[in-house]
């Protein structure tokens, strides 16, 4: 049975308690400034509206002025000085008129310049505050990114350990089985064996912890691997198929003279709980089950043609 170990949600590494706080201030602090920004707003929209008024005015002032000089001119003809006569009196009325129309104009000008010059402050300081209010979300952003960066790196190194300590601990009987008649096998060249669980190919330790996948083990090397694992797995049957026999045809083909008596021995041995039925041409086979298992039986059978 294989157990798979689950781990629980992780808390948050950073203080929950802190974060609160801090978000709570934050959050209070930029709705005074939101609610000043607001206020600001209204008032440069006030100074948009006054500025209309004094365009207005302006318009309307410029328009009396020349309606003026209009009814000025209608009343030099009704008094035939149009054309010149005694016109100290008119023009120092006119003068007048036009000092006072001007102090006006410049009055006017001056109040427009003013509420002009305000509203750029405030469109300044509402722009300011909402860069200010930005500037918070980013800050708040980053925070909550680096909260939920710590906890899936510690998640993923909890992951990564309980992986190293199930494929060091808790492999399968069978692939330690295989490990013991993989060690037996090959003299104890190779002293481990693994089967990663996220990746299909096997790997096998000699005896200085050195590591190498199946894939690059010689042929020899790679049928004895593959040998070991299916005797583990036939010794871990328990009573399952006791009665049936086990059929191997020539499984030692390549495999040097020290291995292949490893692997009789290994075969041997198994032969002791099962019975096994090896079938093989070559005679210094047969001779060497002869010598790793003296109550052997021997069956010669005629070559077919």
């Known amino acids: 049975t294989m157990r798979v170990s689950t781990c629980k949600r992780l808390p948050s590494l950073v203080s929950i308690g802190t974060v609160e706080i801090f978000t709570a ?24 509206r006054d500025i209309q008024g004094l365009d207005a005015r302006i318009a309307d002032e410029a328009g009396r ?40 104009f ?6 427009k310049n003013r509420l002009e010059g305000r509203l750029a402050g405030e469109a300044y300081e509402r722009r300011s505050g909402e860069l200010h209010l930005d500037e918070a979300g980013s800050v708040e952003r980053l925070h909550e990114a680096l909260d939920r960066l710590l906890v899936l790196s510690a998640a993923s190194r909890l992951l990564s350990d309980a992986l190293d300590r199930y494929e060091r601990e808790r492999q399968p009987e069978v692939v330690r ?47 004895q691997l593959y ?26 083909a390549n495999f040097d003279p020290d291995r292949k008596r490893g692997a009789a021995e290994a075969v041997a041995e198994m032969a002791g709980g099962r019975q096994v ?8 086979v ?13 069956i010669d059978l005629l070559r077919c043609r």
């Open 25 to 48: 201030s934050l959050v209070r602090f930029w709705m005074a400034r939101l609610a000043s920004a607001r206020a600001a707003s209204a008032r440069m929209e006030q100074t948009a």
């Open 65 to 104: 002025a020349e309606a003026a000089a209009e009814e000025l001119r209608e009343l030099l003809d009704r008094l035939g000085l149009a054309e010149g006569g005694d016109l100290a009196m008119l023009a120092e009325r006119a003068e007048a008129a036009a000092r006072e129309a001007g102090d006006q």
């Open 106 to 111: 410049e009055t006017l000008a001056g109040e």
């Open 177 to 223: 089985s295989a490990e013991q008649l993989f060690s037996r096998i090959t003299g104890g060249r190779y002293t481990g064996l693994s089967v990663p669980l996220t990746d299909r190919r096997m790997e096998v330790f000699d005896a200085r912890a050195g590591a190498r996948t199946s894939d690059i083990l010689s042929t020899g090397a790679a049928q």
């Open 227 to 252: 040998l070991a694992l299916r005797l583990g797995l036939i010794c871990n049957l328990g009573d399952a198929g006791a009665s049936l026999p086990v059929l191997m045809d020539d499984v030692f």
């Open 277 to 284: 039925v090896f079938f093989t041409c070559h005679p210094e």
């Open 286 to 298: 047969a001779e060497l089950f002869a010598e790793v298992s003296p109550s052997h039986t021997r």
